[in-house]
Each structure stands twice: as structure tokens, then as C-alpha cells.
């Protein structure tokens, strides 16, 4: 059973992740335009929408509105340019990135809404935070559980919420320094804790990742799959098991676990 549940999430996380590689199967099965890309339309249509209404693109990485969408659709299908290469999100061409005081205080709830398993989730958001404070004394996740009880994007004594999710899209979600305040949140579906291979730890501490500014290790041309566009700037050489890497994108690790490299790459973006 438990194998069975591994392998369909699985299945539906590369095929979610992969929104690259999507795109000509979408376009073969268009009938209302002749070129080999999807129109916008298409695009918006075919991308999931979250509870809250944004976009999901890219796996578990969230875009506000449709605005926002039409933007990531153009640099989508725009021309590729590959990049000699940890990897952070550019915006416009500038890292997005948390300024050196705020890096050190990144405050969080966790919504009680996760009823018996709150202290799961409470004891997983700090071992994965401990994976990249551990890398660099610049880095401080900061748990405040006065706030757990009124634990959403509203509440602004915390920098972000931890809150439950139902969902087969993903199994948790996150989001960039430069996401607008109201859709800073992770959002995690009860999945994390069957996803075999993939602890509990390493999922939140990829998806902190993404909170600290990194994109998909897979996005690099040397994956050779995956794509997703190229904004963003090299931090380190290209790193096939990085914890920001999917497993099913022609990765070399299976359970998502930190490198070395990624170590080094959050140093080179934030310090020692
Ligand atoms: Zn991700």
C-alpha cells in the first residue's frame, strides 16, 4: 500500500514538476493553433489554481495572478538561452534575496489547523530550518507559537505561516522573498508523510529553500530535462543531487538530502 501511495505521488510530481516538458505534449493536442506552443489561454488554463486562487507552476512554486502567470508564460516560451552554471531566483535581473537583518529573523507559525500532527509539523519545520542554519550563522528560522492559533498570510507577527493543505498537486508548496506578502506561506498536504523516501526534513528543507530564494537545481541545462526558464543566477557548479534537485529529473540522489554544494551555495549568497 505504502509502495503503491510512493509511486502515484511520484508519478504525479514529475508530472506536475516538469511544466517545460508539458508544453509540446499540451501543443500536439491543440487543435485551434498551428505553431508548436500552447496560446496563453491554453497555458492559463491548463495550470493548477490553488485554494487561495494563485497560480502553481514549476511543481510547488506559486504565482499571484494572472498578470504574473502571463509574464512567467513569455519568458516560457521565449527563447531558450542556456547558462553556464545552488542556483538563486533572479527578478529583472537582480538576486531575490532577504536583506542580511531579515534573513536572521524569518519568523513562522504553524497553524493548529494540523490537529494531531502539529507537533510533527513543528518538529520537521525546525530540522529542516537546522539544514540551513547549519550552513550559514547568517540563517535564523524563527518559530513563534503564540501566533499558531491565528496561523494565516493575515496574521503579520510572523514573516510567514506554516498551514494544512488538501491537495494531489503537490505535496508542499513555498515560495520566493519576492512573493507578495498575502501568499507567503507553505503550504503542506498530509502526503509528507508517506512520501518514502523522502523525509519529512529534506521536503521542508527544500521548500525553505525555495523561502531562502533558490530555484530548481533541474532547470540548469545540464540536467537536460525540466526545464523551466532562466532566471536566475548561478551560485555554485552545477549539482545533480542538490536538495533543490528533483530526484525524477534525471537526479542523482533519491531522498532529496543536503550537499555539500549546497552548503557552499548559501554561503556564497548570504555568508558564513
Ligand atoms: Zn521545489
Redesign the pocket.
Known amino acids: 500500500m505504502r509502495l503503491t501511495r510512493t509511486l502515484a505521488l511520484a508519478a504525479t510530481a514529475a508530472a506536475a514538476?516538469c511544466i517545460g516538458a508539458v508544453i509540446p505534449a499540451a501543443a500536439a493536442t491543440s487543435p485551434d493553433n498551428g505553431s508548436d506552443v500552447p496560446t496563453f489561454q491554453e497555458f492559463a488554463a491548463s495550470t493548477f489554481r490553488d485554494v487561495d486562487g494563485s497560480y502553481i507552476v514549476?511543481?510547488?512554486?506559486v504565482i499571484s495572478n494572472r498578470g504574473e502567470l502571463r509574464k512567467f508564460y513569455d519568458v516560457l516560451v521565449g527563447p531558450a538561452t542556456p547558462i553556464d552554471g545552488l542556483i538563486v531566483n533572479t527578478v529583472s535581473g537582480t538576486d531575490d534575496k532577504w536583506s542580511a537583518q531579515q534573513v536572521g529573523n524569518l519568523t513562522y507559525c504553524v497553524s493548529t489547523a494540523f490537529g494531531t500532527r502539529h507537533a510533527d509539523v513543528v518538529n520537521a519545520m525546525a530540522s529542516g530550518a537546522a539544514l540551513w542554519e547549519a550552513a550559514s550563522s547568517k540563517i535564523k528560522f524563527q518559530y513563534v507559537s503564540s501566533a499558531d492559533g491565528n496561523c494565516t498570510t493575515r496574521n503579520k507577527s510572523v514573516v510567514f505561516s506554516v498551514e494544512p493543505v488538501q491537495t494531489t498537486q503537490y505535496i508542499a508548496?513555498?515560495f520566493f522573498p519576492s512573493t507578495p506578502d498575502r501568499q507567503q506561506n507553505v503550504l503542506i498536504d498530509d502526503s509528507i508523510w508517506s512520501s518514502g523516501s523522502w523525509t519529512p526534513t529534506n521536503i521542508l528543507g527544500?521548500?525553505l529553500?525555495?523561502v531562502l530564494g533558490f530555484r530548481?537545481e533541474h532547470t540548469r541545462p545540464e540536467s537536460g530535462t525540466c526545464f523551466e526558464d532562466n532566471n536566475w543566477r548561478p551560485l555554485t557548479p552545477y549539482d545533480s543531487a542538490s536538495i533543490?534537485h528533483?530526484p525524477q529529473c534525471n537526479g542523482s540522489s533519491d531522498d532529496l538530502s543536503m550537499t555539500s554544494t549546497d552548503r557552499a551555495g548559501i554561503v556564497a549568497l548570504y555568508g558564513n
Do not use: F, Q, T, V
Open positions: 514538476l514549476n511543481g510547488d512554486e508548496r513555498a527544500h521548500e529553500g525555495h530548481h533543490m528533483y
